[in-house]
């Protein structure tokens, strides 16, 4: 699908269908009193003439008929007719300007798109205001939405027939020289989150340890300014990742540290973005049996990794300069067979923490043990890991937002501020250093597993024990994120890619 843009206005267009997004009428007080609920679309003097002049008065029709009010997430559409110059048009709604974001716009986008699909439209103009006064974002938010609701994702369906029609989308009335660049910026993003999306869809049986290195290394040969190092069981071996190689032990897949290095530039700020990467979580001997335990999706227990690949991927396109990044990812299966650790071993991590592993479905912590130890060596600056660590955050904060622990303010101020860019949802939760009572072992440093309780937070306390140096680390529980049944806004059902556009953000700010 092709995004283009031009200066046209509504009036001079001509083709299949256009989509004008429009902001609610603004209510007077007696009216909010009166009808809090909805008021019908006033259309501009400019919206007005476009109607009488060219669209027959559709929209005029369309707004009465079904008391359209502009509410974020409406939309009406319908037919103009075989003899105009525009046959079909879509009114969406914004909702109230005041509370205007980039992610309504995004999401304004994806109903168009998934509209002209519907209505077999091959070539969509869009009219929308711009967001925030700022032609660059608005075009990149409509582009990002676009782009991520025409994903479809056929890979293992054998009648893979396209259902995708709309191959061209033209912004109107837009500054292309301000325009272009931004839908390019928007395109390379995109690109990542699809490849964390289809990384996450994959079964397990197609996205092994081996898939995620070979991914890494294939990332690395698109551009001068990344190198990828893989680590193989003998070098792990060889660094004591005890942790990391307790879990990788049951499964005949080898295990593989992956190690990508982006640095273009004199590094002014340096991160390690580190990334859960179980292709696969059965909970090894406490095998996932229990009603809800979802083995059937842990094949998901991989988002993390997939957010750092697809953030590298877009990285390598948007080539930023004068920083230094890691993306590391402990790969790995949970599995069962007659070497698998069991319940109540001890392991060593990398950093000489021993674990008694009282639960051995806590396993996505022993493999960030050892991934974090090795970021923590780096020397960088901050340090951020992603995970689909626990149920318990799920329980917590529902699947469509993630949870956030860090131990420097700052850094978690800039995480909240990327992911609100990106419309990505987070909500900061305590490192409670009290609950990590609920970790002490008889025998070793501590266990891997506490209570139900609080489960996210005494996971996330596990972590900050092998992140000793670093002094702003966070780390990002995104369970619930990575995954939908459903498609909603520009989600379509299966990966979501979530936290790609937010690691992007945050390297590029
Ligand atoms: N990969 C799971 C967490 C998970 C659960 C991800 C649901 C996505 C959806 C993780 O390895 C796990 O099994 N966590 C356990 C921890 C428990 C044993 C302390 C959990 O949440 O039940
Ligand atoms: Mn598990
Ligand atoms: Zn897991």
Redesign the pocket.
Known sequence: MNILTSVTAPQGWHGDALAIAVFASPKSSNEQLENPAKKALELSESLKNLDVQILACTLTDLITESEFSGEMGASVSGRVGIDYAIRKVILIGLGDPAKANADIWRKAAALAVKWANKEKVKKLALSFPAYNQDVSLTAQAISEGALLAAHQDKRFKSQNANSQFLDQIEILETDPDLANPAIAKAQQIVDGVILARELVSAPANIVTPITLADTAIAIAAESDYFTAKILEQADCEALKMGAFLGVARASDIPPKFIHLIYSNGTPQRKLAIVG?G?TF?S?GL?L?TGVG??IE??K??M?GAAAALGAAKAIAKLQPTNVELHFIIAACE?MVNGSAMRPGDILTASNGKTIEVN?T?????LTLADALVYADKLGVDAVVDL????????VALGEDIAGMWSIDDDFADAIAKAAKAAGEKLWRMPLEDPYFDQLKSVVADFK???S?AG??I??ALFLKQFVEKTSAWAHLDV??A??TERESGYNNAGGTGFAVRTLVNLILN
């Open positions: 859960k179980l979580d909970g406490n996932k335990s979802s999706l842990m998901t227990d988002g949970n639960n479905d806590a396993e996505g912590r995970a689909t660590l626990t149920g318990a955050c799920v891997n597993t506490g139900r489960g996210a005494t996971a369970a619930g990575v995954w």
